[in-house]
């Protein structure tokens, strides 16, 4: 209906059949998650008044298998349109002066940040381009052909679950410059066998590498001194892992249900474990702790080894 400037947050969600949709041009503002979960979507335009598309607008359109970003958008929330499955390229129009279109791929205009990769891309491999330095919150999420990435030297951010759901994607080698991963950057990314994190990184936030099922080893660099919540729970190959002694804390759940996991020692830097870090850890058996850390809630609950024994 004309005279409408705003599709609300979550207006069409879940409307599982709905086929297409019609947006008036004096529709300026498409709200967060407007149209997750429309399954049955195959076809929108949308309209040049449109300055802002919201986070995770087309989240989880799987029969979409087109979209071009016209020029009047200045702002693209994160994952607009992440898990939609039949778009293998997003278009923008040429005279848009916020975002721009690489081979299928949305970035910045300046090429600074990866905005986001689409799902439905066939290509298993894709490198990134040199000069980016931001792949951003959700990026590439649960892109489930994608195989491989190259990571060039230039970047230095990998945002909130950029990798997120990335079921297929296999070694990952991280470049120095990286200093940040995100909260949720690889979860469930279950094929991914290794990674490599370079001493750059300062943070590994919470969840990062959680539910990576087939991940056997992880070495943490030196810079990191916090390990976040839930890092690496359900990482059920993971047999070892190395600890730097500037790591102060490791947070609540890091290493939940890590059946895999027999031996672990934590440098006297470490001060607090959080609740359950290690609770399902089944074969367990050796930890070795420093004094006078203060221990969570269960930190080791359902483990053979437990403390003072």
Known sequence: QDGVTDIGDGAFRYCSSLRSVTLPGSITNIGNRAFDGCFALTSVT???????????AFWGCDALTSV?????????GHGAFSRCSK????LVDRKNPSYVSADGVVFTRNMKELVQYPSGRETGVYAIPAGVTDIGDYAFSWSE????VII??????IGESAFRGCSSLTPVTIPDGVTNIGAGAFEGCEALTSVTIPDSVTSIGEIAFASCRKLTSVTIP???TSIGDMAFMECEALTSVTIPDSVTNIGDWAFMECEALTSVTIPDSVTSIGDRAFEGCLR????VLPKGVKLGKQVFKKCPWQPGK
């Open 68 to 76: 071009t970003i016209p020029d009047s958008v200045t702002n693209i």
């Open 152 to 157: 060039p030297d230039s970047v230095t951010n």
């Open 222 to 224: 030196d810079g990191v």
């Open 145 to 148: 052909t994608l195989t491989s």
């Open 46 to 56: 949308i309209p040049d008044s449109v300055t802002s598309i919201g986070n995770g």
């Open 87 to 90: 778009i293998a390229s997003i």
């Open 284 to 287: 367990l058996r050796m930890v």
